[in-house]
T-cell receptor, first 114, second 115 residues
Framework: DAKTTQPPSMDCAEGRAANLPCNHSTISGNEYVYWYRQIHSQGPQYIIHGLKNNETNEMASLIITEDRKSSTLILPHATLRDTAVYYCIVRVALSSGSARQLTFGSGTQLTVLP | EADIYQTPRYLVIGTGKKITLECSQTMGHDKMYWYQQDPGMELHLIHYSYGVNSTEKGDLSSESTVSRIRTEHFPLTLESARPSHTSQYLC??????????????FGPGTRLTVL
């Protein structure tokens, strides 16, 4: 599985866009990029995932570079409730016959400031 | 919105007691997982299940046991709790029939303290 590198912490002003980078330079062609977040003392929450195209949902946008070696999670209008640790995970999507676990690294602590 | 529940949310118990942490999901997901996480630390998989009557140990060795008698229910049991079991326990589920086993939805967690 490809290793990911994220900055340990970032600050963002409330109402502004939060751009969280993730480096995955050893990603292989069949590996997806997943983003989760974990608010203090709660379970992780799925945000978004993608393979090579940019993706957008009601929570965030995911921008994957053309060479797929890095990606950026964008929270378009950060609120105080977005303060959390954000995890970037790269894994192969296996067949339904195999249960594979997620491996959460240290992530990026995003602090949204009022 | 994912529907996965864990009870209790908080548990303080004495050494040697038997405890069961409950996890239920109403989404019909086939895969379920238990993770252990200490404050500020990474998640570690301790058990997972492919489906009914299927359970496997995860990456982190654990003295706990699990069962999967019903699709929606995946309880975790500690026969004799010890202070070293103090941690947060997170349950998750995923539906691999949808094509992607990594879309895991997590419960709120149980914070266990063994005195």
């Amino acid at each position: 599985d490809a290793k990911t590198t994220q900055p340990p912490s970032m600050d963002c002003a409330e109402g502004r866009a939060a751009n969280l980078p993730c480096n995955h330079s050893t990603i292989s062609g069949n590996e997806y990029v997943y983003w989760y977040r974990q608010i203090h003392s709660q379970g992780p929450q799925y945000i978004i995932h993608g393979l090579k195209n940019n993706e957008t949902n009601e929570m965030a946008s995911l921008i994957i570079t053309e060479d797929r070696k890095s990606s950026t999670l964008i929270l378009p209008h950060a609120t105080l409730r977005d303060t959390a640790v954000y995890y970037c995970i790269v894994r192969v999507a296996l067949s339904s016959g195999s249960a594979r676990q997620l491996t959460f690294g240290s992530g990026t602590q995003l602090t949204v400031l009022p | 919105e994912a529907d996965i529940y864990q009870t209790p949310r908080y548990l303080v118990i004495g050494t040697g007691k038997k405890i069961t942490l409950e996890c239920s999901q109403t989404m019909g997901h086939d895969k379920m997982y238990w993770y252990q996480q200490d404050p500020g630390m990474e998640l570690h998989l301790i058990h997972y299940s492919y489906g009914v009557n299927s359970t496997e140990k995860g990456d982190l060795s654990s003295e706990s046991t699990v069962s999967r008698i019903r699709t929606e229910h995946f309880p975790l049991t500690l026969e004799s709790a010890r202070p070293s079991h103090t941690s947060q326990y997170l349950c998750a589920s995923s539906d691999t029939r949808q094509g992607n086993p990594f879309l895991q939805f997590f419960g709120p967690g149980t914070r266990l303290t063994v005195l």
